[in-house]
């Protein structure tokens, strides 16, 4: 349902803002990749988003802290959606491309549906399957040519899809669970530093001062992903899902074509037949999992 008035222009612009930044991080993790750990990547995106959205939340929005089991359910949602979806994530794209990155994360939808069928006991429908199947098509046609020369491994690309999982079933539960009014901003900044916190003896265990160079390069990833990507980008879909979330999920389907553009232009990543092929058969399946069978038409909801 329709709650805001937004002209088409300011529509069109926070869209296409989003479906630039959302796959952005794929291609500025690589960037980080090249100086740093990708745990110690991590655990400073996430101590510098939950910094700027704790403050934005209690020291200038005034919202209320949590209570009760509510620091529960923000605890298992960090370490769903920080702890092991981004600490994978950020791991894997060690020997995933930057592009193929983007490309396994437009697939989050699609992923969640599946899983629905599993954690909330939805029916399975024959549109969830085949959209499942077809993106992971496209996700191993897009990488197929990356295996020869190493750029992408198969062991990067299974802990990749790994991440996506976890992904679909932290934002499962996340919407399975009562917030009482609790702010977005909330959840998001104390879900991000915990997270963060039950990443950290990892961070300790496996740092190595050899392999990190905190220059330009580390900082600008570092700040990217995590206030374009993390803040503004989230922000942004939130946006787009209150104006119009029927509409909104449109944007999606842009995704996977500027991740690879993206890509293309700062890691100098190869677009070729298979990475066309591998990009089509990902919106194919993402616009496949809109079909509504009992509807006979297709709903982006």
Same mark, same amino acid.
């Given at each position: 349902?329709?709650?805001?008035?937004?002209?088409?222009?300011? @529509?069109?612009?926070?869209?296409?803002?989003?479906?630039?930044?959302?796959?952005?991080?794929?291609?500025?993790?690589?960037?980080?990749?090249?100086?740093?750990?990708?745990?110690?990547?991590?655990?400073?995106?996430?101590?510098?988003?939950?910094?700027?959205?704790?403050?934005?939340?209690?020291?200038?929005?005034?919202?209320?802290?949590?209570?009760?089991?509510?620091?529960?359910?923000?605890?298992?949602?960090?370490?769903?959606?920080?702890?092991?979806?981004?600490?994978?994530?950020?791991?894997?794209?060690?020997?995933?491309?930057?592009?193929?990155?983007?490309?396994?994360?437009?697939?989050?939808?699609?992923?969640?549906?599946?899983?629905?069928?599993?954690?909330?006991?939805?029916?399975?429908?024959?549109?969830?399957?085949?959209?499942?199947?077809?993106?992971?098509?496209?996700?191993?046609?897009?990488?197929?040519?990356?295996?020869?020369?190493?750029?992408?491994?198969?062991?990067?690309?299974?802990? %990749?899809?790994?991440?996506?999982?976890?992904?679909?079933?932290?934002?499962?539960?996340?919407?399975?669970?009562?917030?009482?009014?609790?702010? %977005?901003?909330?959840?998001?900044?104390?879900?991000?530093?915990?997270?963060?916190?039950?990443?950290?003896?990892?961070?300790?265990?496996?740092?190595?001062?050899?392999?990190?160079?905190?220059?330009?390069?580390?900082?600008?990833?570092?700040?990217?992903?995590?206030?374009?990507?993390?803040?503004?980008?989230?922000?942004?879909?939130?946006?787009?899902?209150?104006?119009?979330?029927?509409?909104?999920?449109? @944007?999606?389907?842009?995704?996977? %074509?500027?991740?690879?553009?993206?890509?293309?232009?700062?890691?100098?990543?190869?677009?070729?037949?298979?990475?066309?092929?591998?990009?089509?058969?990902?919106?194919?399946?993402?616009?496949?999992?809109?079909?509504?069978?009992?509807?006979?038409?297709?709903?982006?909801?």
């Amino acid at each position: 349902m329709q709650t805001v008035k937004a002209t088409g222009i300011k @529509w069109l612009a926070g869209g296409l803002l989003f479906a630039i930044l959302w796959p952005s991080a794929s291609t500025a993790t690589k960037a980080g990749l090249t100086v740093a750990q990708p745990l110690v990547i991590a655990m400073v995106r996430f101590a510098l988003a939950a910094t700027i959205l704790l403050f934005l939340a209690h020291g200038i929005k005034g919202y209320r802290l949590p209570t009760g089991n509510e620091w529960k359910h923000i605890a298992m949602y960090g370490l769903l959606n920080i702890t092991i979806y981004l600490g994978c994530y950020v791991v894997a794209m060690q020997t995933v491309t930057a592009g193929i990155g983007s490309l396994a994360v437009a697939t989050n939808p699609v992923f969640i549906s599946f899983l629905s069928v599993f954690l909330l006991k939805e029916k399975m429908k024959w549109p969830v399957l085949l959209s499942l199947l077809i993106c992971t098509l496209g996700v191993v046609c897009a990488a197929w040519p990356l295996f020869s020369n190493a750029t992408v491994t198969t062991g990067g690309l299974l802990l %990749l899809l790994f991440s996506m999982l976890c992904y679909s079933a932290a934002a499962i539960y996340f919407s399975s669970k009562k917030w009482n009014n609790l702010s %977005l901003i909330t959840i998001n900044g104390w879900q991000t530093l915990l997270g963060g916190l039950f990443l950290f003896p990892a961070v300790v265990v496996f740092y190595n001062q050899e392999r990190n160079d905190f220059n330009a390069t580390f900082w600008l990833s570092v700040i990217w992903l995590a206030v374009p990507v993390s803040i503004i980008a989230v922000q942004i879909w939130l946006w787009l899902l209150r104006i119009n979330p029927v509409r909104a999920g449109l @944007w999606l389907f842009l995704c996977p %074509l500027f991740g690879f553009v993206i890509a293309a232009w700062w890691m100098n990543d190869e677009i070729d037949g298979y990475t066309i092929i591998g990009v089509a058969l990902v919106i194919a399946g993402l616009l496949v999992s809109k079909i509504n069978v009992t509807r006979n038409e297709v709903v982006f909801d």
